[in-house]
């Protein structure tokens, strides 16, 4: 996740003074501070005189940042889009009134240190994407019960991606790990997340499969669940954000991210096939698997995604035909299927026609239609071949009918005693009247013969 906004040109720097020149009957109340891109706001007491702003170029803050840890108050916290640097000091995680912290896109490093052990945690929101932090996951998120948003893309952290965050961060709706260097495989306990609306894992190195466990996801499977989520800050007048790659463009979600449901696993190296329970989240609007080594083929049943808006499985080594299912999904605008394996025609339908772009199909050597070339069994030899093919199933069919009804009528004789009956009485009289007619027709020829000779 990306930056919010463009760094304004006069970041802030010595609000720690501010901070400390506060009364303390002050930095007790409740309060929050935004100095998002330098648009300072402080609410919950009166500013001082002596608060001041200092250019660029001035010498940062650094190592000043403690005096936050008076606040005891604080709930609001957002320092996001300027250019503040160093580590952040251990007791900003031990503010137990604080809600939403944003410290993304600034120059940050350092590593998240744990929790003290009597840490109470109501954080709800934690944006640090767009900084230098690096280390293994933070571990001090484990535990945060009403953590809702998680934002730490464009960092440096490394490792495995914990299997805990399934069971101790459970009320996640939004986890964005994306642009870091994370490595193993995606942990199965991640389906446990029963709000979990917005998964960003793109450019890690993750291996192996996708999880099978992620057609559990409830909050995919039934969009209802993520129109209905509340958080405490929906009284306030402050409103939670976040940066996605949306159909190929870097775009920020505001009020609108409740809306918004998608999984975005590209450039990664996970393997095998892309798992049919998939399909049964059918709360999604976006899906993005592409750069990987997925195989297989698509699922069959990859309609049943009917929210579906941005599907992209391209840079895959995916084979077999386009499922047809595909044609039905109505809101599909993007569909990026290049450079797999793909052959047969394109499906073809309402929705189908209006993806014309033919750079979203290209790389795959036997994928044919519209909007690419005509496929070659189009042509009048294929369509007398395919005749040629109706005919002898008709055949097939009509031989098959024959047989099926004699050995009808057999087992009906055999098993009717009745009918066998009559049957067999009137084939011995028809057997008798024949005998009759050649033993007449023996002594005409008989007489013919002896007339000759006299």
Known sequence: MAGHAQASTTPLLCLSLCLLLLPSAQRATGMYLDADGNHETFSGGTVPESFSVRSRNSSNSSGAGAAFCRLLSLQILDLSNNQL????????WNLQALQFMDLSNNSFSGQIPAAK????CSIESLHLAGNSFTGLFPPVVEGC???????????????????????????????????NDFTGEIPSELSRLSKLQLLDLANNRLTGAIPVAFGNLASMRNPEIVSSAASSLDGSNYQDRIDIIWKGQELIFQRTIRLLTGIDLSGNMLSQCIPEVLTKLQGLRFLNLSRNHLSCGIPQDIGSLKNLEFLDISWNELSGHIPQSISILS????FNISNNHL?????????????????FYRNNSG???????DCPNTSPASDEKTSEGEDQWLYYCVTAGVVFGFWLWFGLLFSIETWRSAVLFSVDGMQSKVMQKVSHLDQFISKSNNDRYT
Not at 85 to 92: A, Q, R, S, V
Not at 149 to 174: E, H, M, Q, Y
Not at 367 to 373: K, Q, Y
């Open 85 to 92: 640097t160093g580590e952040l000091p251990d007791c900003w």
């Open 331 to 334: 809101t599909l605008s993007i």
């Open 117 to 120: 052990a009597s840490h109470n």
């Open 367 to 373: 994928l044919c239609g519209f909007p690419l070339e």
């Open 343 to 359: 052959s047969g025609k394109i499906p073809t339908g309402s929705q189908m026609q209006t993806l014309t772009d033919p750079s």
């Open 145 to 179: 019960d009403s953590l809702g948003t998680l934002d730490i893309g464009s960092n440096r952290f490394f490792g495995a991606i914990p299997p805990w965050i399934g069971t101790k961060v459970p009320s996640l709706r939004i986890l964005s790990l994306r642009s």
